[in-house]
């Protein structure tokens, strides 16, 4: 079976030194940096742990293993929507190649007047990346752990706050658990595999009794009933990404709404 996650790592890399030939380093920190002055940051961590639905919708177009999702979907109308529908907080893919994303997709969500923490959904490696999140106006970024040593990982995470965003730490099974030592702002635990990409939302479940307790928790992929996030709650989970469920319909943002009205 082909392991996708490497494949897209793979591709990331390639795409990293032609992003770096066409906007080095140095200007695109200089960039960065003229922002960080007039930028104020939200913290996603604060506003899930405040929130009595911790939803966290996503605006995924497309994903390896399901093609294109929603490929008309607006970033300037779904974030919104979103937001307006009560998302505590909104994913956004960024990466172009697999997920049909753009960085652009996040400043343009920010114009249209979104407001709420948004999380930069990449697959992040290098620190490039968390410059161009804070550039175009994410509050937090997604380390993933099955992408990078225990090292790198740390190097990220102290990067990124320094850069005020919020770090997500992705991690998938028992074998990872030890990054949650690194003391992310979030813990999450993926459902779907992303060597696979098969989704098992028991994973939640069975990795719980290991997180850290009282912590903000976050259970990503294959959620797809309030259910399932009530009973992920009373295990003690703050956090609940959802894409599909809301991306896959006409209209995404009264999906989320007729969603957190049957969780409420």
């Avoid at 939200?42 to 742990?49: E, G, T």
């Avoid at 970024?141 to 320094?162: F, G, M, R, W």
């Amino acid at each position: 079976m082909t392991d996708i996650l490497n494949d897209i790592v793979a591709h990331k890399r390639k795409e990293l030194l032609e992003m770096k030939q066409r906007l080095p380093y140095k200007e695109l920190l200089a960039l960065v940096e003229r922002k960080i002055d007039n930028a104020p940051i939200i913290s996603m961590r604060q506003a899930l742990l405040d929130s009595p639905t911790g939803i966290i919708a996503e605006f995924k177009r497309k994903s390896p293993s399901k093609g294109w999702i929603n490929k008309e979907a607006s970033a300037e109308v779904v974030p919104m929507k979103y937001q307006q529908n009560g998302a505590t907080a909104i994913s956004i893919l960024t990466d172009s190649h697999f997920f049909g994303g753009d960085d652009a997709f996040i400043t343009m969500a920010r114009e249209s007047g979104v407001s709420a923490p948004v999380l930069y959904k990449n697959f992040v490696i290098d620190e490039y990346q968390l410059l161009q999140a804070r550039l175009c106006g994410a509050s937090a970024v997604l380390l993933i752990a099955a992408d990078l040593s225990k090292n790198e990982c740390k190097t990220l995470l102290n990067k990124a706050h320094q850069l005020q965003l919020d770090v997500l730490l992705e991690m998938h099974g028992e074998e990872e658990l030890h990054y949650a030592e690194l003391e992310p702002d979030m813990f999450g635990i993926n459902n779907r595999n992303l060597g696979s990409f098969v989704t098992d939302v028991q994973n939640s479940f069975r990795l719980a009794e290991k997180l850290p307790k009282g912590a903000c928790w976050v259970s990503e992929s294959g959620i797809s009933t309030p259910l399932t996030v009530k009973q992920l709650r009373e295990v003690g989970y703050r956090g609940f990404l959802i894409g599909e469920q809301f991306m896959k319909t006409p209209d995404p943002g009264l999906a989320l709404k007729r969603f957190i009205q049957q969780l409420l």
